[in-house]
């Protein structure tokens, strides 16, 4: 059993916090922000994630939530810092928390910590991350710092957290190896360690890869198009090469949430800032971009002029199963319909909540059928599972006009073209 605390409760934090306190240890989760703290008290979550309420609720004698980094750091032997990264307006990653942060752990250390850095960081943050507490340091303290990079998905993150591909350790010292190994030990995955440069490179490369295999799947879609061809075919064809792998080979309208563009803007920059152009991601970037213009045309190629025209969106979270809408494809493609005159309807299972505090003039409906009805033309933006049994022959008689466009893929062209749609894929 370890005393951990972990810093910054948000969709990483969290889930991590409560994972930790099912192995059996005793988890502080400290936020600065004072109204999500009084939240988490009353078993209010501020975001959607399965399972993670029933999580929290069965581990409430293990788990404690505070406002203060000095009370969680002081009962603690391990710190994770967790929270957020996110972009400046150059693509740089913004690290004011995990300074600030830093700093604040330096003014409470009062006995040996390991400081342990799960944020997505930049190559060579965890140096100076040491160099910060160094210099605030009150009393002469031993710590070390590490980094363990976090890999979870939003929407399957507590079975990612029990049973990841891998767990990173990077560190510098041999104590804080045991300490996170022992920590990790309940988890049955390869425990990868390395420095801790190594470690955080580890995580911007491997998002960054991902991100570009989409890309590449979405580049190949705009082949298929022009030349008549099935993308979903040739994403299978190349998927069963196994040095491939059929993984993040979906065309669709790009990348989204709070991790892909931001930790493909932030590895970009970072490699330039030491002196290498990694080209190959500002393409990754611009093929991302030119995706959701790609949709915007096939609306308009549907439905010809745009303006005064009801669309039904169906789906504005980034992905299924959560009800993130950062930098979700959605968001930004419903801003771009309203500006060409488009009156939107949608509707989506959880994430209507947090869509209402972006996007105005939006007619949010309770259910699929009511966001259909009346609509010249359905834009499916999220593969939710509720979205892959709808009664089509329902929807033909109440729309106005029956088109579809499936940014996903997931329905069978052929049954629709029979059911009398205008159907428009990506890539087929
Ligand atoms: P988030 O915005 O949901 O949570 C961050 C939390 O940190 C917020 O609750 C915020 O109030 C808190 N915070 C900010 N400054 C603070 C301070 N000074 N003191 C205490 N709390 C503070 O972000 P997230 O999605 O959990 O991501 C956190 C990090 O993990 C990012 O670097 C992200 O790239 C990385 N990551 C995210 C995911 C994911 O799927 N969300 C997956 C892997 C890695």
């Given at each position: 059993m370890k005393n951990i605390c972990i810093i910054g409760s948000g969709y990483v934090g969290?889930?991590?916090?409560?994972?930790?306190?099912?192995?059996?240890?005793?988890?502080?989760?400290v936020d600065n922000d004072v109204k999500k703290i009084k939240m988490l008290k009353k078993n209010i979550l501020p975001f959607y994630e399965p399972g993670l309420k029933e999580l929290i609720n069965k581990n409430r004698s293990k788990l404690s939530f505070t406002s203060s980094i000095k009370d969680g750091v002081e009962k603690s032997e391990i710190v994770f810092i967790t929270v957020g990264t996110p972009s400046r307006d150059d693509g740089s990653a913004d690290l004011s928390c995990v300074e600030r942060v830093a700093t604040e752990i330096a003014h409470s250390i009062n006995n040996y910590k390991l400081i342990v850095e799960k944020s997505t960081v930049p190559v060579e943050t965890g140096e100076k991350v040491k160099y910060t507490i160094k210099r605030n340091i009150v009393k002469k303290i031993e710590f070390d710092v590490a980094s363990n990079p976090e890999f979870l998905?939003?929407?399957?993150?507590?079975?990612?957290?029990?049973?990841?591909?891998?767990?990173?350790?990077?560190?510098?010292?041999?104590?804080?190896?045991?300490?996170?190994?022992?920590?990790?030990?309940?988890?049955?995955a390869p425990i990868l360690v390395t420095d801790i440069k190594s470690a955080e490179l580890i995580k911007h490369a491997s998002n960054s890869f991902l991100a570009t295999k989409i890309s590449f799947i979405n580049a190949v879609a705009n082949i298929c198009e022009l030349v008549g061809a099935d993308i979903t075919k040739v994403a299978e064809g190349m998927g069963l090469d196994s040095r491939i792998g059929k993984s993040f080979l979906n065309a669709g309208p790009g990348f989204g949430g709070s991790c892909f563009p931001k930790d493909v803007d932030a590895f970009y920059w970072i490699s330039k800032k030491l002196g290498y152009d990694f080209n190959l991601l500002y393409e990754v970037k611009k093929i991302n971009e030119t995706q959701k213009q790609n949709i915007i045309k096939k609306v308009e190629d549907a439905l010809w002029i745009v303006a005064n025209k009801i669309i039904a969106v169906l789906g504005l979270s980034f992905k299924p199963d959560t009800d993130d809408i950062r930098m979700s494809p959605a968001i930004d493609i419903i801003k771009s319909l309203q500006k060409k005159g488009a009156k939107i309807k949608a509707y989506d299972p959880k994430a209507m909540k947090k869509s209402?505090?972006?996007?105005?003039?939006?007619?949010?409906?309770?259910?699929?059928?009511?966001?259909?009805?009346?609509?010249?033309?359905?834009?499916?933006?999220?593969?939710?599972?509720?979205?892959?049994?709808?009664?089509?022959?329902?929807?033909?008689?109440?729309?106005?006009?029956?088109?579809l466009i499936d940014t996903r893929n997931i329905y069978n062209p052929e049954k629709l073209i029979k059911l009398g749609f205008v159907y428009k894929g990506v890539g087929r």
């Open positions: 969290l889930v991590t916090g409560a994972c930790f306190a099912e192995l059996g240890n005793k988890v502080i989760c998905r939003e929407g399957q993150a507590i079975n990612d957290f029990f049973h990841p591909d891998r767990i990173i350790i990077g560190v510098e010292t041999k104590k804080a190896e045991k300490i996170l190994t022992e920590l990790y030990k309940p988890i049955c209402k505090d972006v996007l105005k003039n939006v007619e949010y409906c309770k259910d699929i059928y009511s966001a259909v009805k009346n609509s010249d033309c359905i834009l499916v933006m999220t593969e939710w599972n509720e979205f892959k049994n709808i009664d089509f022959e329902k929807v033909k008689r109440i729309m106005k006009n029956p088109i």
